[in-house]
């Protein structure tokens, strides 16, 4: 449990987990209940998409709370886009690709870093 105050960097990437969850959460719920119609999207996937957003949204209040878990589960997602990133520029070739692919894994290589400076190894421990 964190007994320091939390580093900016920590603050940073819980407040865009956080704001990612809730988007999650309201738009899988306007699709569930019709609101939003969206053809390619599956009831299932949105259900799965719906509770991926309540973990992220328990997982952001726990790195606001310097739990060391929740930055272990954070640091695995942005690593998985990392890779999805990087697998989507080898499969697609194309520019347009290639730029939003560089984009998303520097942010997540960005997020990683801001969880694992001294000031925020100190706040988790």
Do not use: C, D, E, K
């Not at 070739?93 to 290639?98: E, G, I, S, T, W």
């Amino acid at each position: 449990m964190a007994t320091n105050s939390r580093p900016a960097g920590v603050t940073f990437v819980a407040v865009l987990a956080w704001l990612s969850a809730l988007l999650q959460i309201l738009l899988s719920i306007l699709i569930l209940t019709g609101v939003l119609s969206v053809a390619s999207v599956s009831i299932p996937s949105t259900w799965f998409a719906l509770l991926v957003g309540l973990v992220t949204l328990l997982v952001s209040f726990g790195l606001f709370g310097g739990r060391n878990i929740a930055r272990v589960i954070v640091t695995v997602s942005l690593a998985l886009s990392i890779v999805g990133a990087v697998l989507q520029a080898i499969v697609h070739q194309n520019a347009n690709v290639l730029v939003g692919s560089l984009i998303t894994a520097l942010l997540a290589l960005a997020g990683i870093v801001m969880l694992y400076t001294a000031r925020a190894n100190s706040f988790f421990s």
